[in-house]
């Protein structure tokens, strides 16, 4: 979180006093005038920091500050802010598969209440829940025409021949099964199996994205929320960033904020790192948004055996899960030829199942009961949905920190009817902060050349301005066409397609080869995915990257 506060005026050294005191702190310091500004450049520096970039946007610059002297700075007078700069990693999903039992998605929504005589006949139909993961591949319970809209391809593969708009990773597969497959051939039915599912592909088979992917694949969201055919009423985000910025400025923040503010209801996992953990991942600190954490229902359908599952994020008084939903051992639909299922086979749990854990399968249960609610009563507002998800949701355990308002309960919420709160009322999120604090500890990197991407800049090296952002994203106007920040990333019209009813057309990029940078153990809360549990052995992508898949059939 933030180290914000603007109060009495501190003590400020004498020119050459020593104002140092422990390790170096990257901060991004955020003042209200010009004069500000350079009082505070001029004590970073007599303090033995330094000032790395200036921020003229935020009048503001990021630096290196002793750690002593960070509590002096956010004090002094006129910095309005002054937030622990870091990157980030993009958390997709830890797959920490630990055994125990399975958990169908039936018994999954059997014991959330989905089965019930006034929950029976709800299917989500009419809904469009968009996912923005990994893609969807055209596996039985998703191939279905209509079942699937593909909007633009967003990721590095979009480039490859055969591999646009599929998944070559697997979790966007196993996502889109739990909150809406189907399939009658095996029987097999995810939590709103009615609903149609929007897939805007911002992952590559490595599982990585920059978050500048990942912004430009919500704006677009929101702007073709209403086309025909979509009524796009939910977003599913299940992964997040351990992003140190304030959810204030943090422009992931900002771009859930307008989709909420939007009408569409955006729902975030709030990341896997444990009960120890005191911050959930970006952007489910929004407050706007539905935060889900996972619970361990160990694969029954009753409450009583049921507990915050162990890898959840616990968060803090101020901002942790608002809900619970299953998240250990879920069975969903495998992805034959993927990265996970490739490597990690034990994880199979027949020629068209796989299973695993994580708050991002949690979240996808979220996204399903939310099309159901949203099925039977068309008018809700966000706001009104978050609200009767967390009043009629079952409290579990002794920690509410860890287990927020408690599982939800499907049948319950339907009862309500309509919630007791209507309108959440919080600080505005400006979305002026960095980029590149929003974006990871492993940056994406050309595959030719080795350079790495940083800074504020998106994948095509254009400047990142988020003054001139922000006013489009807030506007709807950030998408002109398929041209984002002043690049063409994608077509301009929907297509056929032979699985789906309409494809976004593919437009050649031109620029940097960016593919998946080398992920390392230190720069993710796991490992590898084994039907034991995480190994010690780290994600690197380099025989994953696009060319690698080229021409490579499915399983």
Known sequence: MALTGAGATPAIAAP?????????????????????LSRAEAYVRRAGGTVDRELSL?????????????????????????????TV??????????????????????????KKANTVALTGAGVGVALIDSGVA??????????VINGPDLSFESQTPGLADTDTYGHGTHMAGIIAGSDPASGFEGIAP??????????????????????????????????AGLNIRVLNLSFGTDSTQSEVLDPLSFAVETAWKKGIVVVVAVGNDGPTASRVTMPAANPYVIAVGAADTNGTETLGDDTVATFSTRGNATRHADVLAAGRSVVSLRDPGSYIDVNYPAARVSDQFFRGSGTSQATAVVSGTVALLLQNSPKLSPDQV???????????????????????????AVTLSTPKKGTQSFPAATGLGSLEASRGTSHVVDATTGTVLTGEKDIFGTPWNPATWTKGAAKSTQWTGGTWNGNVWAGTAYTG??????????????GTNWAGRAWTGSNWTGRAWTAAGWTGRAWTSGSWLGRAWTGRAWT
Do not use: C, Y
């Not at 910095?79 to 870091?86: K, L, N, S």
């Not at 055209?138 to 079942?147: D, T």
């Not at 397609?497 to 031109?510: C, V």
């Open 497 to 510: 397609s032979s699985w789906t009813a309409l494809t976004w057309n593919i437009a050649p990029w031109t």
């Open 16 to 36: 050459g006093e020593s104002m140092s005191g422990g390790p170096m702190t990257a901060v991004i310091v955020r003042t209200d005038s010009g004069a500000a």
């Open 386 to 412: 978050k609200n009767l998800l967390m009043e009629s949701a079952d409290p579990l355990g002794t920690d509410p920190i860890a287990a927020g308002a408690g599982e939800i309960d499907i049948s319950s």
């Open 194 to 227: 009615g609903a149609n599912l929007i897939s805007l592909k911002v992952a590559a088979a490595d599982g990585a994205a920059d978050v500048s992917q990942v912004i430009a694949a919500i704006d677009w969201v929101v702007e073709h929320r209403n086309d």
């Open 58 to 86: 935020i009048s503001g610059f990021a630096g290196q500050v002793p750690a002593g002297a960070v509590a002096s700075l956010r004090q002094s007078p006129g910095v309005a802010e002054v937030t622990a700069d870091g």
């Open 89 to 114: 990693r993009m958390k997709a999903d830890t797959w920490l598969d630990t055994g125990g039992a399975n958990s169908t998605v039936a018994t999954v929504k059997r014991g959330a209440g989905g």
């Open 138 to 147: 055209p596996v039985a319970g998703l191939n279905q025409p209509g079942k």
